[in-house]
């Protein structure tokens, strides 16, 4: 758990490091003022089952992202930030007031849900003005075509959503989304199946709609995603929040945890004993024809093996980290 | 109710998809080719017989299903219908777009097959009677019956089949049997309105009050508690 230095710490947790009272994120509201998101104590379990599990938070404008491995809870936990599940415990405030049966609030809200099924039999731009009519904006047409022009969907606004590709249709989601200028912005999983260059447009878009005052939070289960855009992020683990905050320091934990690799090489023995000697180094043993190398500093010890094998006339023939996975890093930082 | 157009006209153009209204059109068409094969094979024209088995036990009964299942059901299965939940509009505003859709959509299409079907076998005197008689018995019962299936949609994702087995087991076998559970049956309402406005109904047919009230009970209670369910809904799956 961590917090960013400009922003208030986390109080500590009273259960195994998770974070337990409300952080806030993304541009601290002013003292006083309400966050545009507050998700207190919420927990939502079914059955037996416990998908979200005493998470708590406050958003303000910018942009965070909601980082966790498939199945974490990150996609119920956007689902009761929507209103669209009920908090089994705990309260989701949004602009001040509950996000649960309350539907005035969606005048605030513009959500990109993860499913891709669109109306598939509406053209682009008639989705958008269909949410715009439903929205009860003003100029359904214009703020329509606004919004289409937003997402770089012109040229195909008017062909059927049906023959969309899945990044087109995550974009004309996002146009449905944005047709009323909301706030608060949920995205649960948005690049999925976006090329290069609509994934850059998109971070650029909602970028540019963070520093214009908005709250967007987006989720992903991709490291470098959440990474290339975000401001803050929120981890979640099995339900849990294993960390919020600035993202640095987040990525920091992540990478300066104990690390293991294997190396093969041509000389195994000679290897493992000069890399003891280096600082970065802080265990190296021989198991099944490898050497598994343990550090406590990923940087220094990938730049330092090279050069200790060729000092060591070694060469090498394969390196691999054994516990890299985000599972991994998950679970380390619940750990934590 | 500005909301109701936009979100009634997307409804409608879900549900006529090609592949379901072919389905629907052959459906309601059913009554019309039988009507013409008793005329073509100079069989006995006999209105009230076919209406009342064909039409009323039996096409009736399944546009309203297929209608009613998918005006909201559909949605909520493919995800859809959560673009219609997360926007600033009272959840009955939506119930009543969607049963407006159903009911409109199922008599569209069971009205007209039974006023031809009527007109193709009259021969009796009465025979206009007799069809004007089952046209308003199936707007109201066709009506109740896809809000109904509507209803149920909400609450669960099979309603389709639940909806099939309470026309097939429940009307067809078991209300025949209980004669006390008749006015629990969509179909014996609707043959009460007919009997009641003149058509020859064989049996025991519930009385017209009864019938009348039976219907009106199902469309305005299915619609509250369709208004009820939304105004809580939950969406499915996700992790």
């Known amino acids: 758990m961590t917090a960013a230095p400009n922003l208030p710490p986390l109080p500590q947790a009273a259960d195994a490091g998770l974070a337990d009272a409300v952080p806030a994120m993304g541009t601290t509201p002013p003292a006083g003022a309400t966050p545009a998101l507050e998700v207190d104590h919420v927990s939502r379990w079914y059955g037996n089952v416990v998908a979200v599990n005493d998470i708590s938070f406050a958003l303000g404008a910018g942009v965070t992202g909601l980082l966790g491995p498939n199945g974490a809870g990150k996609s119920t936990l956007l689902h009761l930030m929507a209103g669209l599940l009920e908090p089994s415990a705990g309260r989701v405030l949004v602009e001040g007031g509950s996000a649960w049966r309350r539907p005035g609030m969606y005048r605030h809200i513009g959500l990109v849900p993860e499913r891709e099924a669109v109306h598939a039999y509406l053209t682009g731009r008639q989705f958008a003005t269909l949410n715009a009519r439903l929205q009860g904006v003003g100029d359904p047409d214009a703020a329509a075509a606004r919004a289409i022009a937003t997402v770089d969907l012109t040229e195909a606004a008017d062909r059927s959503i049906g023959t969309y590709s899945k990044g087109m249709r995550q974009r004309a989601k996002l146009a449905g989304a944005l047709v009323h200028d909301p706030t608060v912005l949920l995205l649960d999983e948005p690049f999925n199946g976006m090329d290069p260059r609509q994934r850059l447009h998109m971070m650029a878009l909602l970028r540019s709609m963070a520093a214009a005052g908005r709250t967007i939070l987006f989720s992903s289960h991709i490291l470098e995603e959440v990474e290339r855009l975000a401001d803050s992020v929120l981890v979640v683990y099995a339900g849990r929040l294993a960390a919020a905050g600035d993202f640095r320091s987040i990525r920091r934990l992540m990478t300066d945890r104990p690390h293991t690799f294997t190396v093969r090489s041509s000389d195994d023995r000679r290897l493992a004993s000069a890399l003891l000697a280096d600082a970065a180094v802080f265990g190296a043993e021989l198991v099944d024809g490898r050497v598994l190398i343990r550090t406590a500093d990923y940087e220094a010890f990938t730049r330092a093996l090279p050069r200790i094998a060729r000092a060591n006339a070694v060469s090498l023939f394969e390196m691999a980290p054994t516990d890299d996975s985000l599972e991994s890093v998950f679970s380390y930082l619940v750990r934590r | ?239």
């Open chain 2, 1 to 239: 109710m500005t909301v109701i157009v936009p979100l009634a006209d997307v409804t409608l153009r879900g549900m006529l998809g090609r592949r379901r209204t072919i389905l629907l059109v052959l459906l309601a068409g059913l009554p019309v080719l039988v009507a013409l094969l008793i005329r073509v094979s100079g069989g006995r024209p006999d209105a009230d017989r076919v209406l009342d088995t064909l039409v009323v036990r039996f096409v009736m009964a399944l546009v309203a299903l297929i209608v009613g299942t998918g005006v909201l059901g559909s949605e909520i299965e493919d995800g859809t219908a959560v673009y219609l939940i997360v926007k600033p509009i009272a959840r009955w505003r939506i119930a009543l777009a969607k049963a407006i859709v159903a009911a409109g959509l199922t008599a569209a299409l069971i009205v007209p097959s039974v006023l031809l079907t009527g007109l193709l076998l009259g021969g009796r005197s009465d025979s206009m009677t007799i069809t004007v008689a089952f046209a308003v018995a199936c707007l109201v019962g066709g009506s109740a019956y896809a809000v109904a299936f509507m209803t149920l949609s909400v609450f669960t994702s099979r309603a389709f089949l639940l909806g099939l087995a309470y026309v097939l087991i429940w009307e067809g076998v078991l209300a025949g049997l209980l004669e006390g559970t008749k006015f629990l049956s969509i179909r014996q309402a609707t043959l009460g309105v007919a009997s009641a406005l003149g058509a020859d109904i064989s049996g025991d047919p519930l009385a017209a009050n009864v019938s009348v009230a039976v219907l009106a009970i199902v469309i305005v209670g299915g619609f509250l508690v369709a208004s009820w369910r939304l105004a809580r809904f939950e969406i499915r799956g996700g992790d």
